[in-house]
């Protein structure tokens, strides 16, 4: 196995099982490393640290282990069964009315760029980094292994996540088009072909259970609704009216189709495809529950400040659309976006809107998407749920 050399003194992060190398803290390499070899991470002395995946920018080595062992069958094995563990522990793996879960959480999981989502007997598989996509066929057989008679198919999804690479998506094992999963009762498509991520934000159930319980009785306007799912947990919940709106019309479709395939011909749902800040100025309608929940605005520092702005715009027009009284759920996905920048903006919202506002809950990815405790960035979720006067 070849080796990563750092410079001195750049070893810290990684005696604290920080599992990024950065490229600022390598003085040099063996000969012949390429872009997804497995390498040993060594001090300037020589001394073993890590083995991890090596990949050129500024995360050049995604630590696996701390442990100076092969990175072979046994190894991916253990890591998946490690992760099916946790899932059944705490009650998620096992479930008689959820079978869609988050099986593997990259960073979270102790296995830096995978993410691997199941939906019923589908594990959809995606690669965040060169190195796990040249491992796909090795994590697939010990995927099957470890979920024998629990996922009959594994596809592979990294098209849009490696796009220098042009990964070709597809079935590693099995093939089907069966794509109904069921959350807490509820069923949805998950369209892994064409749909964003692995084909529906697993990470918002828990937050679409505690949306169900504030929606009774209330017109309910669900922003970037993609596949629909806060809005036919409101229907659940008793809404009087539901608004679903997202600028894709393939999103618009699916959830509709999703909306239908609960609440057959109820006609409370009505869904826009439309820009969401075109809506919320041309729209004469106001609401009592809204969700924001879109897409990353920043997905690197240098674009925060430009972020947080359009956090601030979109929550103030969300706020100038709710009556009083009125509840609004919303979110940031964006990694680089902390908890305070994001509370921050959506209170200067609240001021330029001049609304007062209390905040009911804070929100946060559900347990299937767990936080290394040593790689605090794992934490992307942050949601804030706010009574309105």
């Not at 920080?18 to 390498?39: M, Q, T």
């Given at each position: 196995?070849?080796?990563?050399?750092?410079?001195?003194?750049?070893?810290?992060?990684?005696?604290?099982?920080?599992?990024?190398?950065?490229?600022?803290?390598?003085?040099?390499?063996?000969?012949?490393?390429?872009?997804?070899?497995?390498?040993?991470?060594?001090?300037?002395?020589?001394?073993?640290?890590?083995?991890?995946?090596?990949?050129?920018?500024?995360?050049?080595?995604?630590?696996?282990?701390?442990?100076?062992?092969?990175?072979?069958?046994?190894?991916?094995?253990?890591?998946?069964?490690?992760?099916?563990?946790?899932?059944?522990?705490?009650?998620?793996?096992?479930?008689?009315?959820?079978?869609?879960?988050?099986?593997?959480?990259?960073?979270?999981?102790?296995?830096?760029?995978?993410?691997?989502?199941?939906?019923?007997?589908?594990?959809?598989?995606?690669?965040?980094?060169?190195?796990?996509?040249?491992?796909?066929?090795?994590?697939?057989?010990?995927?099957?292994?470890?979920?024998?008679?629990?996922?009959?198919?594994?596809?592979?999804?990294?098209?849009?996540?490696?796009?220098?690479?042009?990964?070709e998506n597809g079935f590693l094992l099995g093939n089907s088009d069966d794509n109904i999963a069921i959350e807490n009762g509820l069923r949805?498509?998950?369209?892994?072909?064409?749909?964003?991520?692995?084909?529906?934000?697993?990470?918002?159930?828990?937050?679409?259970?505690?949306?169900?319980?504030?929606?009774?009785?209330?017109?309910?306007?669900?922003?970037?609704?993609?596949?629909?799912?806060?809005?036919?947990?409101?229907?659940?919940?008793?809404?009087?009216?539901?608004?679903?709106?997202?600028?894709?019309?393939?999103?618009?479709?699916?959830?509709?189709?999703?909306?239908?395939?609960?609440?057959?011909?109820?006609?409370?749902?009505?869904?826009?495809?439309?820009?969401?800040?075109?809506?919320?100025?041309?729209?004469?309608?106001?609401?009592?529950?809204?969700?924001?929940?879109?897409?990353?605005?920043?997905?690197?520092?240098?674009?925060?400040?430009?972020?947080?702005?359009?956090?601030?715009?979109?929550?103030?027009?969300?706020?100038?659309?709710?009556?009083?009284?009125?509840?609004?759920?919303?979110?940031?996905?964006?990694?680089?976006?902390?908890?305070?920048?994001?509370?921050?903006?959506?209170?200067?919202?609240?001021?330029?809107?001049?609304?007062?506002?209390?905040?009911?809950?804070?929100?946060?990815?559900?347990?299937?998407?767990?936080?290394?405790?040593?790689?605090?960035?794992?934490?992307?979720?942050?949601?804030?749920?706010?009574?309105?006067?």
């Amino acid at each position: 196995m070849k080796q990563v050399y750092l410079k001195r003194g750049k070893e810290e992060s990684l005696l604290r099982f920080h599992p990024w190398v950065f490229s600022g803290a390598i003085h040099h390499l063996d000969d012949g490393i390429e872009e997804g070899d497995v390498v040993r991470v060594v001090s300037e002395k020589g001394v073993f640290i890590a083995v991890g995946h090596y990949q050129q920018g500024s995360i050049s080595v995604r630590v696996l282990t701390f442990n100076d062992v092969e990175i072979d069958d046994a190894f991916w094995h253990s890591r998946i069964q490690s992760a099916l563990n946790m899932r059944q522990d705490i009650g998620l793996a096992n479930s008689s009315n959820t079978n869609a879960f988050r099986l593997v959480h990259g960073e979270g999981d102790l296995l830096p760029g995978l993410i691997i989502d199941v939906y019923d007997k589908t594990a959809v598989m995606q690669a965040h980094s060169i190195g796990m996509h040249m491992s796909r066929h090795a994590i697939a057989k010990a995927l099957a292994e470890v979920m024998k008679g629990r996922i009959e198919n594994i596809y592979y999804k990294s098209e849009t996540t490696l796009p220098f690479m042009e990964p070709e998506n597809g079935f590693l094992l099995g093939n089907s088009d069966d794509n109904i999963a069921i959350e807490n009762g509820l069923r949805f498509y998950v369209d892994w072909l064409r749909g964003q991520k692995t084909g529906f934000f697993v990470d918002q159930r828990e937050n679409r259970a505690l949306l169900e319980k504030y929606a009774k009785g209330k017109r309910v306007l669900n922003m970037f609704c993609y596949t629909g799912g806060f809005s036919f947990y409101a229907m659940r919940g008793g809404a009087q009216l539901i608004h679903s709106v997202d600028s894709s019309a393939k999103a618009i479709e699916l959830t509709r189709r999703n909306v239908e395939l609960n609440f057959p011909g109820d006609p409370r749902h009505e869904a826009f495809c439309e820009d969401a800040f075109k809506y919320l100025d041309s729209s004469s309608h106001t609401y009592d529950l809204i969700i924001l929940d879109p897409p990353a605005f920043a997905k690197h520092r240098g674009a925060l400040h430009n972020a947080l702005k359009g956090y601030t715009r979109l929550n103030e027009k969300a706020f100038e659309k709710i009556e009083k009284g009125g509840i609004l759920f919303t979110f940031s996905c964006s990694q680089v976006v902390s908890k305070d920048h994001f509370r921050n903006a959506v209170f200067t919202a609240a001021a330029q809107a001049k609304r007062k506002v209390r905040i009911l809950h804070q929100l946060h990815q559900p347990a299937d998407h767990p936080i290394n405790i040593y790689h605090p960035e794992g934490e992307y979720l942050k949601g804030l749920v706010l009574y309105v006067e």
